[in-house]
């Protein structure tokens, strides 16, 4: 029985070509083996081979992972970048911003009213006004500036603050006031806000809201005023307007500021009803058409030359003038300007 596998025994393995053999190879081949018998413990190629194979296909691994870490890379900044656009295109939106008053009228005591004629609020000082504010789209993150200014030009560079009474220590309603609302006119009072003031000396107050929660289509937000618009040493009787302003985190505005002309006062009842009044006579007198009065028209129209020695510049400027401005109101009330126009600008030539 013949084997068909070569085997070799532990003590023929270093015997598998010997000195003598190595020699006669040599001798009859030519040349010389690249490797000797002795030098085959020292070179140890069957444990280098498989060290080798293992480092490339390490490498060949590392590669793979190399090149496919890219396209993972580049598929997320991809994915990165579209929502990160669509994001700032949801915050580019156009944001409408609207706020409203209740209908209640502050109840019962009727602490606040607010005037459909004369567009404009009444309140007590001290009482608390709620106010719903809307915005769309209902993103969060957004801020509302509430700010009390003077509503006539010629007093809009003036800050509006609150009196020196009412900034007395000694004024009940400051014993638990934070010291940087004190001079604040206008404060809220159910969200934690930050009470600012600009390089002009503007005061306004800065709330976060948040959006509509539930079904609900608005946010509430309550204000208190502390002064009133009678006090000499504050407002003075001077007009005021609230300016309300939707802001992002960074305080850049988002949509066109909202205004209510807002009068602080004792009695709301008693100035909404004299503030109607007098737009109803107002709108009565424009609304009428002019008419020349029948008995001014009839007028003498007899014209009198008068000459006269007057003592003193300043008397005989006030004679031009007083003359002046009788037929100017002449000519008003019976509406002939055409005949009294000849008569007044002789009396403006006479003036040096």
Same mark, same amino acid.
């Given at each position: 029985?013949?084997?068909?596998?070569?085997?070799?025994?532990?003590?023929?393995?270093?015997?598998?070509?010997?000195?003598?053999?190595?020699?006669?190879?040599?001798?009859?081949?030519? %040349?010389?083996?690249?490797?000797?018998? +002795?030098?085959? !413990?020292?070179?140890? =190629?069957?444990? &280098?081979?498989?060290?080798? #194979?293992?480092?490339?296909?390490?490498?060949?691994?590392?590669?793979?992972?190399?090149?496919?870490?890219?396209?993972?890379?580049?598929?997320?900044?991809?994915?990165?970048?579209?929502?990160?656009?669509?994001?700032?295109?949801?915050?580019?939106?156009?944001?409408?911003?609207?706020?409203?008053?209740?209908?209640?009228?502050?109840?019962? %005591?009727?602490?606040?009213?607010?005037? +459909?004629?004369? !567009?404009?609020?009444? =309140?007590?000082? &001290?009482?608390?006004?709620? #106010?719903?504010?809307?915005?769309?789209?209902?993103?969060?993150?957004?801020?509302?500036?509430t700010e009390l200014v003077y509503l006539f030009d010629e007093h809009k560079s003036d800050p509006v603050?609150?009196?020196?009474?009412?900034?007395?220590?000694?004024?009940?309603?400051?014993?638990?006031?934070?010291?940087?609302?004190?001079?604040?006119?206008?404060?809220?009072?159910?969200?934690?806000?930050?009470?600012?003031?600009?390089?002009?000396?503007?005061?306004?107050?800065?709330?976060?809201?948040?959006?509509?929660?539930?079904?609900?289509?608005?946010?509430?937000?309550?204000?208190?005023?502390?002064?009133?618009?009678?006090?000499?040493?504050?407002?003075?009787?001077?007009?005021?307007?609230?300016?309300?302003?939707?802001?992002?985190?960074?305080?850049?505005?988002?949509?066109?500021?909202?205004?209510?002309?807002?009068?602080?006062?004792?009695?709301?009842?008693?100035?909404?009803?004299?503030?109607?009044?007098?737009?109803?006579?107002?709108?009565?007198?424009?609304?009428?058409?002019?008419?020349?009065?029948?008995?001014?028209?009839?007028?003498?129209?007899?014209?009198?030359?008068?000459?006269?020695?007057?003592?003193?510049?300043?008397?005989?400027?006030?004679?031009?003038?007083?003359?002046?401005?009788?037929?100017?109101?002449?000519?008003?009330?019976?509406?002939?300007?055409?005949?009294?126009?000849?008569?007044?600008?002789?009396?403006?030539?006479?003036?040096?």
């Open positions: 029985m013949v084997s068909t596998n070569n085997v070799v025994s532990d003590s023929q393995e270093s015997a598998i070509i010997d000195e003598e053999t190595y020699m006669a190879i040599e001798n009859t081949f030519g %040349g010389s083996l690249p490797i000797k018998p +002795e030098d085959m !413990n020292d070179f140890n =190629i069957l444990e &280098e081979r498989p060290i080798q #194979l293992s480092q490339v296909a390490s490498t060949c691994e590392e590669q793979k992972r190399n090149i496919k870490r890219p396209l993972e890379e580049d598929y997320d900044d991809e994915k990165e970048i579209y929502y990160r656009n669509a994001y700032y295109n949801y915050l580019s939106r156009p944001v409408t911003f609207q706020f409203n008053v209740p209908d209640n009228g502050g109840g019962q %005591g009727q602490d606040w009213m607010y005037s +459909e004629t004369s !567009n404009k609020l009444y =309140i007590k000082m &001290e009482k608390v006004l709620p #106010l719903r504010f809307t915005w769309e789209p209902a993103r969060p993150g957004v801020f509302l500036r603050k609150r009196c020196y009474n009412h900034t007395a220590v000694t004024y009940p309603a400051n014993q638990d006031m934070d010291p940087d609302r004190i001079k604040h006119v206008v404060q809220c009072v159910n969200i934690p806000s930050s009470y600012e003031e600009n390089d002009g000396g503007h005061l306004s107050v800065v709330t976060p809201i948040r959006p509509p929660e539930g079904d609900s289509r608005y946010v509430m937000v309550y204000f208190k005023f502390f002064c009133k618009n009678s006090c000499q040493s504050g407002m003075n009787r001077r007009a005021t307007e609230l300016i309300f302003t939707l802001e992002d985190e960074r305080r850049q505005i988002l949509a066109q500021s909202q205004r209510m002309i807002i009068r602080i006062c004792s009695c709301p009842k008693r100035d909404k009803i004299k503030d109607e009044s007098e737009c109803k006579e107002s709108s009565v007198k424009q609304m009428k058409p002019l008419t020349a009065n029948k008995k001014m028209l009839s007028c003498d129209k007899h014209v009198y030359k008068v000459e006269l020695n007057v003592v003193g510049k300043e008397n005989y400027l006030a004679v031009h003038k007083y003359a002046y401005d009788i037929m100017a109101g002449q000519a008003a009330k019976t509406g002939q300007h055409d005949f009294f126009k000849p008569y007044m600008d002789e009396v403006l030539n006479k003036i040096p």
